[in-house]
């Protein structure tokens, strides 16, 4: 039963993982905590957008805003 269960569980998170690749520029997806900004570590789900962050992070402070985001190039 747990067996099953952690198999379960490891679909999820796989699952997971590749609707977000696949939603690619959606800023709600990427803000998985949904408090309005993306940080460094959510953007690893995307790894376009990680290689871009410093870039994009134009304040500065470490997390994208949706104005931030917005001039993300996924190409």
Same mark, same amino acid.
């Given at each position: 039963?747990?067996?099953?269960?952690l198999i379960k569980?490891? *679909?999820? !998170?796989?699952?997971? @993982? !590749?609707? @977000?690749?696949?939603?690619? @520029?959606? &800023?709600?997806?990427?803000?998985?905590?949904?408090?309005g900004v993306i940080?460094?570590?959510?953007?690893?789900?995307?790894?376009?957008?990680?290689?871009? &962050?410093?870039?994009l992070d134009i304040?500065?402070?470490?997390?994208?805003?949706?104005?931030? &985001?917005?001039? *993300?190039?996924?190409?």
């Amino acid at each position: 039963m747990m067996k099953n269960c952690l198999i379960k569980l490891s *679909f999820i !998170a796989l699952s997971a @993982t !590749a609707l @977000t690749a696949q939603a690619g @520029t959606s &800023f709600s997806v990427i803000d998985s905590d949904g408090d309005g900004v993306i940080s460094l570590s959510e953007s690893k789900a995307l790894p376009k957008l990680m290689a871009q &962050f410093k870039d994009l992070d134009i304040d500065g402070n470490g997390v994208l805003s949706p104005e931030e &985001f917005a001039k *993300f190039k996924s190409e």
